[in-house]
């Protein structure tokens, strides 16, 4: 089992930044590789972003490359997403994950989620 919690989410404007933290408790977090989705209101939930349980590769969905930065600090078993340059479109429930197999921009991989932190983006 692996507990997630999320948080760092909020009201913000465009252009601003938020820097959402993910504390992640049970098995070996460093062994997993972990990501981010987000949800919105009447949509799918969508891949954000990934980063292998070494912090050596990382993955991004194109409408976020560049202004987001996903990373992860294993000796904490935290995981974190940067976000800069916010955009509306960028509103949603943001969720930490971890994946145990499949690949991973694909939600039905992951097999643990955390609550969800709301992220909002005022034009």
């Known amino acids: 089992q692996v507990q997630l919690v999320e948080s760092g989410g909020g009201l913000v404007q465009a252009g601003g930044s938020l820097r959402l933290s993910c504390a992640a408790s049970?098995?070996?977090?460093?062994?997993?590789?972990m990501g981010w989705f987000r949800q919105a209101p009447g949509k799918e939930r969508e891949f954000v972003a990934a980063?292998?349980?070494?912090?050596?590769?990382?993955y991004y969905d194109d409408s976020v490359k560049g202004r987001f930065t996903i990373s992860r600090d294993n000796a904490k078993s935290m995981g974190y997403l940067q976000m800069n340059s916010l955009k509306p479109e960028d509103t949603a429930v943001y969720y930490c994950?971890?994946?145990?197999?499949?690949?991973?921009?694909?939600?039905?991989?992951?097999?643990?989620w955390g609550q969800g932190t709301q992220v909002t983006v005022s034009s």
């Open positions: 994950a971890v994946l145990l197999s499949g690949r991973y921009y694909s939600a039905s991989g992951y097999s643990y």
């Open positions: 049970g098995r070996t977090f460093s062994s997993y590789l």
């Open positions: 980063i292998r349980g070494s912090g050596g590769n990382t």
